[in-house]
Nanobody
């Protein structure tokens, strides 16, 4: 079992930056792929970024590539999302997720992730 708690969301002007953190509990976290997803009002939850269990390989949605960076610190059971050059369309609730498939390849699909945080609101203003 893995429990996830996100933090770091808030209100930021367009062009600004935020860093989201996800604190994880559970012995298997360091062996599992992790990801960030987001959900805007009236829209489906969508993939943002993912990272392999060892942090070596990362994946990004085209909409955030070059602006967002996912990373992890397995020694401290944490995953991060550095968001730069934020746009109005980045406004959403951001969720951290973990796939319990040990050493698996990260997926971009919501259905492939087994553990979810409660989400943190990111609002980008003009």
């Amino acid at each position: 079992q893995v429990q996830l708690v996100e933090s770091g969301g808030g209100l930021v002007q367009a062009g600004g930056s935020l860093r989201l953190s996800c604190a994880a509990s559970g012995r298997t976290f360091s062996s599992c792929p992790a990801g960030w997803f987001r959900q805007a009002p009236g829209k489906e939850r969508e993939f943002v970024a993912a990272i392999t269990y060892n942090g070596i390989t990362t994946y990004y949605a085209d909409s955030v590539k070059g602006r967002f960076t996912i990373s992890r610190d397995n020694a401290n059971n944490a995953v991060f999302l550095q968001m730069n050059s934020l746009k109005l369309e980045d406004t959403a609730v951001y969720y951290c997720a973990v796939d319990r498939a040990l050493w698996g390849v990260p997926s971009i699909k919501v259905s492939e992730y087994d553990y979810w945080g409660q989400g943190t609101q990111v609002t980008v203003s003009s």
